[in-house]
């Protein structure tokens, strides 16, 4: 089992960036393919990026890719999510989420069996 906790998220505004950061407990994290999700108020949890357990893959939702990157840290159990040119539809609560049994390219959040309690991301126009 593994517990996600995520930090940095906050209020910025269009065209500036912010980095979140998943720091999970637990010896066994290269375990875990990793990926970050958001919701928008009134919206369905929708994926963003993915990484595999070595972190040599990635897999991006059309919608940040070239501005999102997802980067892992096995030796330090972390998983940051840089953010640039943030846009205001960007806005929502931003997690992290960890499964053993799912690939990075699976878009579906109902692969992934463990989650953060969420971040807030505001993006001002």
């Known amino acids: 089992q593994v517990q996600l906790v995520e930090s940095g998220g906050g209020l910025v505004q269009a065209g500036g960036s912010l980095r979140l950061s998943c720091a999970a407990s637990?010896?066994?994290?290269?375990?875990?393919?990793m990926g970050w999700f958001r919701q928008a108020p009134g919206k369905e949890r929708e994926f963003v990026a993915g990484?595999?357990?070595?972190?040599?893959?990635?897999y991006y939702a059309d919608s940040v890719k070239g501005r999102f990157t997802i980067s892992r840290d096995n030796a330090k159990n972390t998983v940051p999510l840089q953010m640039n040119s943030l846009k205001p539809e960007d806005t929502a609560v931003y997690y992290c989420?960890?499964?053993?049994?799912?690939?990075?390219?699976?878009?579906?959040?109902?692969?992934?069996?463990?989650w953060g309690q969420g971040t807030q991301v505001t993006v001002s126009s």
């Open positions: 989420a960890a499964t053993v049994r799912g690939s990075y390219y699976q878009v579906s959040q109902y692969v992934y069996d463990y």
């Open positions: 990484i595999s357990r070595s972190g040599g893959s990635t």
């Open positions: 637990g010896r066994t994290f290269t375990s875990y393919t």
